[in-house]
């Protein structure tokens, strides 16, 4: 008899175990579901990160297969890559041309930022580099205010406008005025948004329909990973102009790729799927459309 009752008591809890089995794969079926059926809660929404440095500091540590690997292991649909020398750029275009979109540096060692403007041979080593390469853009280079007016950057315009090619900014509202001041046909990446208010942001995107802004080395507008409400309404009302970035300056942030990408997928979860595809890679995608080398 009390084998029996016990044959019983262990069959009903095999049938309760099997209902809470049947009952577990219900609710991973119910999880996943929107995962597996909706582009932008998959695991790995594509990005195009516009910010990528592959500088000589970089390659020395960080070779270049490895270097590769890790923006394929970030889930990067395409990376933006400008480095000092643009040789770095050039070694991982190389390696991987459907991933890499070279971005023309003028600086040719780390420590260039606030004086390439004044050095003429900037410019014949950029127009070396446009006869002998493909780039999409040149940049990103270090301009704020008057350094617009100075031969090298105007030179810099001009070869961007022969090209066919966007200038990543890093710049001041008054250096991007100047640039369009220069060419008003110019496409200009600002790179970190100025690091502008979003207020300033909003100004100068509705003035200039030929600028885009990348969001590297930000944060504010996804604090605890919600996008915050005065930037939801800038995203909604320029939903063509946003792309993340990581800016890998220092060797070092090189590690930062993945969880950036991470945690922008993790921010653009909280956006109407277009507006987020929009930013994660359609406007990356559609300003290099727009961008080629060879006149
Ligand atoms: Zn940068």
Same mark, same amino acid.
């Given at each position: 008899?009390?084998?029996?009752?016990?044959?019983?008591?262990?069959?009903?809890?095999?049938?309760?175990?099997?209902?809470?089995?049947?009952?577990?794969?219900?609710?991973?079926?119910?999880?996943?579901?929107?995962?597996?059926?909706?582009?932008?809660?998959?695991?790995?929404?594509?990005?195009?990160?516009?910010?990528?440095?592959?500088?000589?500091?970089?390659?020395?540590?960080?070779?270049?297969?490895?270097?590769?690997?890790?923006?394929?292991?970030?889930?990067?649909?395409?990376?933006?890559?400008?480095?000092?020398?643009?040789?770095?750029?050039?070694?991982?275009?190389?390696?991987?041309?459907?991933?890499?979109?070279?971005?023309?540096?003028?600086?040719?060692?780390?420590?260039?930022?606030?004086?390439?403007?004044?050095?003429? %041979?900037?410019?014949?080593? +950029?127009?070396?580099? &446009? @006869?002998? #390469?493909?780039?999409?853009?040149?940049? *990103?280079?270090?301009?704020?205010?008057?350094?617009?007016?100075?031969?090298?950057?105007?030179?810099?315009?001009?070869?961007?406008?022969?090209?066919?090619?966007?200038?990543?900014?890093?710049?001041?509202?008054?250096?991007?005025?100047?640039?369009?001041?220069?060419?008003?046909?110019?496409?200009?990446?600002?790179?970190?948004?100025?690091?502008?208010?979003?207020?300033?942001?909003?100004?100068?995107?509705?003035?200039?329909?030929?600028?885009?802004?990348?969001?590297?080395?930000?944060?504010?507008?996804?604090?605890?990973?919600?996008?915050?409400?005065?930037?939801?309404?800038?995203?909604?009302?320029?939903?063509?102009?946003?792309?993340?970035?990581?800016?890998?300056?220092?060797?070092?942030?090189?590690?930062?790729?993945?969880?950036?990408?991470?945690?922008?997928? %993790?921010?653009?979860?909280? +956006?109407?799927?277009? &507006? @987020?595809? #929009?930013?994660?890679?359609?406007?990356? *995608?559609?300003?290099?459309?727009?961008?080629?080398?060879?006149?």
């Amino acid at each position: 008899m009390m084998g029996r009752r016990l044959l019983l008591r262990y069959q009903g809890k095999i049938e309760v175990a099997t209902d809470m089995t049947r009952i577990f794969r219900g609710l991973a079926v119910l999880l996943l579901w929107p995962l597996v059926n909706s582009p932008l809660g998959a695991r790995e929404m594509e990005i195009v990160d516009v910010h990528i440095h592959y500088s000589h500091d970089a390659w020395e540590r960080l070779p270049p297969k490895q270097a590769i690997t890790m923006l394929r292991e970030a889930g990067l649909r395409k990376a933006f890559v400008s480095s000092s020398s643009d040789d770095g750029t050039l070694m991982l275009h190389a390696l991987a041309p459907e991933l890499v979109v070279p971005v023309l540096r003028p600086y040719r060692r780390r420590g260039e930022i606030s004086t390439w403007m004044h050095d003429p %041979g900037v410019i014949d080593f +950029l127009r070396q580099r &446009l @006869a002998d #390469n493909e780039y999409a853009g040149i940049g *990103e280079f270090h301009a704020f205010g008057e350094d617009v007016e100075t031969a090298v950057m105007q030179e810099v315009i001009r070869l961007a406008r022969e090209h066919k090619l966007f200038l990543h900014a890093h710049s001041d509202s008054d250096a991007v005025e100047r640039i369009f001041a220069t060419d008003p046909q110019a496409r200009v990446l600002w790179a970190h948004s100025g690091f502008a208010s979003v207020a300033e942001v909003r100004r100068m995107l509705s003035r200039h329909d030929n600028l885009w802004a990348d969001l590297a080395f930000r944060s504010e507008h996804a604090p605890g990973n919600r996008v915050s409400p005065e930037w939801l309404a800038l995203f909604e009302d320029f939903p063509d102009r946003f792309m993340p970035g990581t800016d890998t300056y220092t060797p070092e942030r090189w590690y930062y790729v993945r969880p950036h990408a991470e945690w922008t997928r %993790g921010w653009l979860s909280d +956006l109407p799927r277009e &507006l @987020a595809q #929009n930013i994660a890679w359609r406007n990356a *995608e559609s300003l290099v459309r727009s961008s080629r080398t060879r006149p």
